[in-house]
């Protein structure tokens, strides 16, 4: 009994010491950053092509998280094209052509404007807890900042990428780095967050490459030139008939 | 003397009938034989030249290491420019921009919306210039099974079974969803004048045929194409001609520090058919000596059974005086005659199913029905001077080889032995 003070002085500093998180919690405050009901995004892709270089501008109406609306607006050829995510569908319409089409099957594998992102990326459930078991395996520094290693793995067959290792910001429970593969274990991308910005309490790439390995070039440079939550977006812009407006 | 053996032959026919059939079919099956792999070599290389790769084909070395994926994002840029070098260095020579796309070709129903679709394998060509060399190079007006030839701009020839498949006639509207040179989604409106088969399962299956001035603009390719195929004016390829050209071109214009570089290749290297023309090469001298080889052996051994129930003319003939010598050297003189008469009746007919099968070809479409590989379906002979020459003296050398040997045994009988097997 007379070392009982002497015990409570060693427990104490590890009961003050904040309670490390689950991997399962880790992804939880992930997807809580990064996901809203609804908001309008401009964004920048700036695709390092084999043949050079060239920059696509869109802007994207979302909401319910399953639900899409994309125009782009350069460069001039692809100016007018628009895009219509509704769940698990996705449609395109050209002006020049004045026809909507339905890409499906191998087609969503097709690279976005020629940048590093498929349509399948587009198409994904962004909730990361609905798709994955996590487990951290380890804990490094990533530009400057220290990160939990988690190893990602698919709960059911047809997920876009079977297998995920993400470097989440301890701090800002943000994925600063990712490393996208295959079910046969080969990587397929990587993504690396060069810079981040705080909006409206959530922490969001201002700036990160994304790239495709299996792709010759230097990758993709998403540019994330504003975004704002919770817009009171009208149904409207979630219709076939708005791609031909 | 002459006509005693020639009457000794056609009336005594076990002495010449069967040799002669022999030396027939011999002369026959190998003048058919070598005239069908003229043929079918030629079909192939003429369809590799036509459809892939042009007796030489200038293309960018990035391009050239990834040919079998289209990957028209490395095509030749600045084309006009090198369109004009290459008819200023290579004036004999015909020369005609082409690109290589793939695709997804969309039916749309009456509001516009996808009906049909499926995978389109593309190639746009020089359709509407006057002195484009394309449609006789791809026999385009042959193919065409419904509709008509590409009259404007904006108007497109699909395979007749891709047609069938999408169910959709001459006439209907079709989109193209394809990707830009610069790795952008792409659509694309044109008009099916109208379907064509060209006998090749590869381009039938999915084909689609447009001019290279649309597919152009619809892949954002201004003033770039896939490649450029050159074409001797004979339209038959010259390997000699074809290396010297490509490693001129190569020397001055290829650069090995740029990957966009234009670099010359030749159609065997190409389309990887080089050991096949290689083959060709040396096929003649195989059939030859087989046909020699066995031919003989089949001789000889009429020759000695032929010999063994004439011992008793021999025996005869060497009782009246006769030499051994000048018997054996009727015996080889009887053997040239039916190799001579073999030899001709076994080429007219060899040479005559030949110009059947080059006139009409032997269908092997069902064999190549999933096949990749740029081969015709349709198979012809080729009968060429090579075929009147190719039989002829290996029929009338294996039939005096076979009557030498066998006569050998003759040869070294003496009289006595042959007199007293007369008597028995």
Known sequence: MKHAPLALLLILPALLLPQEPTAGQIIERVDQNTIADSKVVVSKLVIHGRRGERTVEAKSWQRNLGDSFTEYLAPPRDQGTKMLKLGDQLWTYSPATDRTI???????????????????????????????????????????????????????????????????????????????????????????????????????????????????????????????????????????????? | MIVFFLKGLLRDRSRSLFPLLTVFFGVFLAVFMYAFMNGVIGDMVGTTAHYQTGHVRVLTRAYAEEADQNPNDLALTGLAKTLQTLRAKFPAMVWTPRIRFGGLLDIPDEKGETKTQGPASGMAVDLFSTSSPEPRLLDIRKAIVRGAMPQRPGDVLIGDDFARKLNVAPGATATLIS?????????????????????????????????????????????????????????????????????????????????????????????????????????????????????????????????????GEIGVRLAVGENNGHIYQTLILESLAIGIFGSVLGTLAGVGLAYLMQVHGLDFSSLFRNSAMMVPSVYHARVTPGCFIIGFAPGIISTVLGASIAGVGIYKRRTAQLFKELEA
């Open chain 1, 102 to 245: 339905l890409i499906s099957g191998h087609m969503l594998r097709q690279s976005v404007m020629g940048s590093d992102l498929s349509y399948e990326d587009m198409m994904e459930d962004p909730y990361l807890q609905h798709q994955y078991n996590a487990q951290i395996v380890g804990s490094e520094t990533v530009a400057g900042r220290p990160a939990w290693v988690l190893e990602l793995k698919a709960k059911k067959e047809g997920v876009a990428y079977d297998k995920r290792t993400v470097w989440v910001d301890r701090e800002r429970f943000f994925i600063v780095k990712e490393d996208l593969y295959a079910k046969s274990g080969k990587l397929l991308k990587q993504v690396l967050v060069q810079e981040m910005m705080k909006v409206e309490g959530r922490w969001l790439p201002r700036r990160a490459t994304y790239k495709d390995v299996l792709k010759e070039g230097e990758g993709t440079e998403m540019i994330l030139e504003s975004i704002a939550f919770s817009e009171d977006i009208p149904a409207s812009v979630f219709s076939k008939a708005s791609l031909r407006k």
């Open chain 2, 179 to 311: 990707s830009t040179m610069y790795g952008s989604m792409t659509m694309a409106n044109f008009k099916i004048a109208g379907t064509v088969r060209f006998g090749v399962a590869a381009m039938d299956r999915g084909a689609m045929i447009a001019d290279v001035a649309d597919i152009q603009s619809a892949l954002d390719m201004e003033d770039a194409a896939g490649e450029i195929v050159g074409f001797f004016p004979d339209d038959v390829y010259h390997d000699e001609a074809a290396k010297l050209m490509a490693a001129s071109f190569n020397r001055e214009f290829n650069n090995p520090g740029d990957k966009f570089s234009p670099r010359m290749g030749t159609l065997p290297d190409e389309s990887g058919l080089g050991d096949y023309l290689s083959l060709v090469d040396s096929m003649g001298i195989i059939i030859i000596a087989i046909f020699v080889l066995a031919m003989s052996i089949v001789l000889w051994n009429a020759g000695l059974m032929g010999s063994l129930r004439r011992y």
